[in-house]
């Protein structure tokens, strides 16, 4: 069967979450390699206001393959970034008028405010903490350009 000439849709979406279950496989292994997960928390924003939601789910599982890699509870940074999107952000664009001041906010939410919810979500469930290390500051650096780009 041939596509319709009319079908714009691109299957581009399912080879970048192809990419990014590499990158994270990698992420892993070299430490240098930020988790990227400033840049879905933005794809997460970003495709939430475009009610896009094939692309909210792809994103979706991309978080599902950084937890699984990651060794977070099941869901915590779908159930995180969804309370962030629904009652931070807004406060964040209300008060701040400049892009670049949202974006690295939203990349600082996306580290510090998920080890914090992972911190209440470890003392709630009783497991234990996954830890944290120096190398958020320079993931935080490193996404913070990255999201500036984009």
């Known amino acids: 069967m041939q596509r319709s000439i009319s079908n714009k849709k691109h299957l581009t ?61 099941l869901f915590s940074t779908i159930i995180y970034f969804g309370l962030v999107y629904k009652f931070v952000l807004p406060k964040i664009e209300q008060n701040f008028n400049c892009k670049p001041c949202i974006r690295i906010s939203i990349v600082l939410f996306a580290y510090i405010g998920f080890y914090f919810f992972n911190l209440l979500m470890s003392s709630i469930f009783l ?24």
């Open 13 to 73: 979406p399912l080879v970048y979450v192809a990419l990014f279950v590499i990158y994270e496989s990698l992420s892993s292994i070299y430490l240098f390699l930020p988790p990227l997960l400033g840049v879905l928390f933005l794809f997460f924003i970003k495709f939430l206001k475009n009610d896009d939601f094939i692309a909210v789910f792809l994103v979706m599982f991309c978080l599902l393959v950084f937890e699984s890699e990651k060794g977070y509870l």
């Open 127 to 150: 497991v234990p903490l996954v830890g944290i290390s120096y190398y958020i500051i320079y993931y935080i650096i490193i996404e913070f350009l990255i999201v500036s780009a984009l």
